[in-house]
């Protein structure tokens, strides 16, 4: 299976701005003072090997949305963030309108940062296509048309040309998509979210997101250890710091970054890579926690290595 991160923000879209750019660029050019460059290969190599990840790019803006990859099957995408936007734009590219597609979406809860680029792609207004949306909640479809009714968006929900499906998925029963095999669970959130499990070829990838683990009870905790057992990849909730989710964000719906490996640990778990993050958090911040919690996960290991690595827009994950 391959995974590719289209949007990796939590709560809202943001975008570097003007004194961000200048940042970045004044950086690079005192790294660079004194170096001359033959050609533009000699600028790249310099770029990739003598700057950091958070001074050459970024972890990106958009909102949440996963695209799971599995052999030849339809589309699979978690949560329609505002990252659907340019998966839409390229599937347009890849297809045209004239090749529909099916699309199954997997919906982590109808908040508005994760259901708001649905207006904005493309695929849903081409006859033909099918979207099969897929979550546990009743007021699914009621969230999708009332961001798009008035005075809010100027095209009515019912204007969207493709075949829409709502399907409702129940916890412990397996759901099957195509060669896929999709299991659900119930995460505490406000009003609930779910996460999911897609098995595929002996592979299992687990999206976790909008969730707030305290591990204060341990007949909970073990619930996910077991839905997140030896999982080849973990998308989960890091939302916050240690620090901000046990005071002044407690309760606010998210996890951490060390709750995420401790989770992650004790499900033995081969790769954990944090997502949703903080819209706050700048680049330079997100790289610290990064670097942070790989420390911490050498730290209390016991054996077992956990690779740790941090989700942003445009990154794929070969599984």
Not at 8 to 23: A, K
Not at 82 to 109: A, C, D, T, W
Not at 223 to 237: P, T
Request: include cysteine.
């Amino acid at each position: 299976m391959k995974v590719h991160f289209w949007g990796t923000r939590g709560s809202l879209p943001v975008s570097l701005n003007g004194d961000g750019v200048r940042r970045k660029i004044f950086q690079a050019l005192q790294k660079a003072n004194g170096k001359s460059f033959t050609d533009d290969a000699a600028i790249d190599n310099f770029m990739d090997t003598e700057l950091a990840f958070h001074q050459r790019g970024g972890f990106g803006g958009s909102s949440s949305c996963v695209e799971i990859k599995a052999s030849d099957q339809d589309y699979i995408i978690c949560d329609m963030g505002s990252g659907l936007r340019e998966l839409g734009q390229q599937i347009m590219q890849e297809h045209g309108p004239g090749k529909p597609q099916v699309y199954n979406i997997f919906m982590s809860h109808p908040h508005w940062d994760h259901i708001m680029g649905l207006p904005f792609f493309p695929p849903a207004y081409i006859p033909g296509n099918k979207l099969r949306i897929h979550g546990g909640h009743d007021t699914l479809e009621k969230a999708l048309r009332k961001q798009q009714e008035d005075p809010c968006f100027p095209v009515h929900f019912d204007f969207l040309g493709a075949d829409i499906e709502l399907i409702k998925l129940s916890p412990g029963e397996p759901f099957q998509c195509g060669d896929v095999t999709v299991h659900t669970i119930v995460q505490p959130h406000h009003g609930d979210s779910y996460g999911y499990r897609f098995e595929h070829d002996n592979k299992a990838v687990v999206y976790s997101t909008d969730a707030e683990h305290k591990l204060e009870s341990e007949t909970e905790t073990a619930e996910f250890v077991e839905f997140f057992k030896a999982a080849d990849l973990v998308i989960f909730d890091a939302m916050y710091t240690m620090a901000d989710m046990i005071s002044v964000k407690e309760d606010w719906g998210h996890s951490s970054n060390i709750i995420g490996v401790d989770l992650c640990h004790r499900a033995g778990v081969k790769h954990y890579c944090m997502f949703h993050h903080e819209p706050v958090f700048g680049d330079k911040a997100l790289a610290d926690i990064l670097t942070e919690t790989i420390r911490y996960e050498e730290i209390i290991r016991d054996g077992h290595e956990l690779k740790v690595s941090s989700a942003y827009d445009g990154l794929e994950i070969v599984i």
